[in-house]
């Protein structure tokens, strides 16, 4: 009898382990959107030597690398995601939420920001402070 | 003001215009020749304008319908041509022909607009 629910309790531990491994696998997903331009898309025709105009990217994206690299930081690599989606990619249409949003607030809806795919942030880049409350609140 | 408005939306290029580096797109000289055109013949009733999605993303995304085009086609559905909101060139450039004859239909259009409203004044 004693036996029998050692091997029960022992099975229900396994299985609780198990359970928080698995729930250390799964890091919170970051998703910015924005958009991004690169001089690889650089005219029609390309510019021969390849040194002329700008290579423009998201004018976010210095601000928002800063931001990821401090939360990083704090969660490690493991627990925290980030992907960035460019809004002229045809992918953008799996998104329909933010679709929506782009749609409504135009160009002033940049970037946008999810967490867990859940839209967070709309038009800025929101402060450490302010990610830092957000990803705890689904972690 | 302008009583029709044309817009050419345009993919990233090197530069405005896109007619910068050693070979310059023939096409972009094309085009930049028939703006250069249309104005001449059109004066002050027509403006054109080239959106650059560099410098006025915004307008790509205020003319929703060309984003959308963006969205399920890449950046190969570009250059889009409107004129007065509608859609008429859509993967490559109108030519001189086909903006001519778009002007002038719309030209038309109003002209009689105009004269039903001056018959209805009369008829009051």
């Known amino acids: ?139 | 003001m302008a009583e029709i408005k044309i817009i050419i939306f345009e993919g990233p290029m090197c530069c405005l215009g896109g007619l910068c580096g050693p070979a310059p797109d023939p096409i972009l000289i094309d085009i930049q020749n028939t703006i250069t055109e249309l104005q001449k013949e059109f004066k002050d009733s027509v403006e054109i304008v080239r959106a650059n999605m560099i410098t006025n993303f915004k307008d790509f995304l205020d003319n929703w319908d060309v984003y959308q085009r963006i969205t399920k086609e890449g950046l190969s559905a570009l250059p889009i041509t409107k004129v007065n909101g509608k859609i008429i060139a859509e993967g490559s450039y109108p030519n001189l022909e086909m903006l001519k004859s778009e002007v002038e239909r719309i030209i038309t259009n109003l002209v009689k607009e105009d004269s039903l409203k001056i018959d209805a004044d009369k008829r009051r």
């Open chain 1, 1 to 139: 009898m004693d036996e029998e629910l050692e091997i029960i309790r022992k099975r229900k531990m396994v299985e609780m382990l198990n359970r928080l491994k698995q729930d250390e696998r799964k890091p919170v997903l970051v998703r910015i959107f924005d958009l991004l331009l690169s001089a690889a898309s650089c005219g029609p025709s390309g510019c021969g030597s390849g040194g002329c105009g700008p290579s423009i990217m998201s004018e976010n994206l210095a601000e928002l690398e800063t931001l990821a690299y401090n939360l990083v930081t704090k969660y490690g690599k493991e627990r925290i995601r980030f992907e960035l989606v460019n809004i002229l990619d045809t992918s953008i249409q799996n998104y329909k939420d933010v679709y929506e949003v782009l749609r409504e607030k135009k160009g002033e809806s940049l970037p946008i920001i999810s967490i867990n795919g859940e839209i967070k942030f709309v038009g800025r880049v929101p402060t450490f402070e302010e990610m830092d409350r957000a990803i705890n609140a689904v972690m």
